[in-house]
């Protein structure tokens, strides 16, 4: 996007200028990302329980510095396994954001007409809509019963929660909760 009046475009990476109330919004979105990233990298630098010492440092700041930029330089030292942690949540995060389910109009139609009333059993499933059934099945392969700890824990119903966490992992059903 280009605007003419002020003399300069809003491009991916933009020269960000003074009194322009655009390139002032997008320096102050910018300029909290770099606080709170160097906040959060900070606070994992003084988790050091074997006081190693620091051999990595970090450095954070705006692309393209100017001199009204420097207070929003950071820079961060922190051991090798630190700089792992920060690695292991990036790779984290990642592949969470991955395995994220598609959109509801991504996923496949489902001919409810092909199964008859009453007939939603496993085994109907999978004769009339095996990709379905192979989804389900995926879907809760990949549940982590130890995911559901803190729930069961918690729950106001601790009775209840044990017997469904029980269930869950057993693999036994026997129609009550």
Same mark, same amino acid.
């Given at each position: 996007?280009?605007?003419?009046?002020?003399?300069?475009?809003?491009?991916?990476?933009?020269?960000?200028?003074? =009194?322009?109330?655009?390139?002032?919004?997008?320096? #102050?979105?910018?300029?909290?990302?770099?606080?709170?990233?160097?906040?959060?990298?900070?606070? &994992?630098?003084?988790?050091?329980?074997?006081?190693?010492?620091?051999?990595?440092?970090?450095?954070?700041?705006?692309?393209?510095?100017? =001199?009204?930029?420097?207070?929003?330089?950071?820079?961060?030292?922190? #051991?090798?396994?630190?700089?792992? #942690?920060?690695?292991?949540?990036?790779?984290?995060?990642?592949? !969470?954001? =991955?395995?994220?389910?598609?959109?509801? %109009?991504? &996923?496949?139609?489902?001919?409810?007409?092909?199964?008859?009333?009453?007939?939603?059993?496993?085994?109907?499933?999978?004769?009339? $809509?095996?990709?379905?059934?192979? %989804?389900?099945?995926?879907?809760?392969?990949?549940?982590?019963?130890?995911? !559901?700890?803190? $729930?069961?824990?918690?729950?106001?119903?601790?009775?209840?929660?044990?017997?469904?966490?029980?269930? &869950?992992?057993? =693999?036994?059903? %026997?129609?009550? &909760?």
């Amino acid at each position: 996007m280009r605007n003419s009046d002020a003399g300069h475009s809003h491009g991916p990476t933009p020269h960000l200028v003074t =009194g322009c109330p655009l390139c002032d919004h997008q320096r #102050t979105v910018r300029n909290q990302a770099i606080h709170h990233l160097a906040e959060a990298i900070h606070l &994992l630098s003084l988790i050091n329980p074997t006081q190693a010492a620091p051999t990595i440092r970090l450095n954070l700041a705006p692309i393209g510095l100017t =001199g009204d930029d420097t207070p929003n330089c950071h820079s961060v030292d922190l #051991t090798a396994k630190q700089a792992q #942690t920060v690695a292991d949540a990036v790779d984290s995060v990642n592949a !969470y954001a =991955g395995s994220q389910p598609p959109p509801v %109009d991504a &996923l496949p139609a489902v001919n409810r007409e092909a199964i008859g009333t009453g007939e939603w059993s496993a085994a109907a499933v999978a004769q009339n $809509d095996p990709d379905l059934y192979a %989804d389900v099945i995926d879907m809760f392969d990949a549940v982590d019963p130890q995911s !559901y700890l803190d $729930d069961v824990l918690t729950s106001r119903e601790p009775e209840a929660a044990a017997a469904a966490y029980e269930q &869950l992992v057993t =693999g036994e059903w %026997d129609g009550e &909760l």
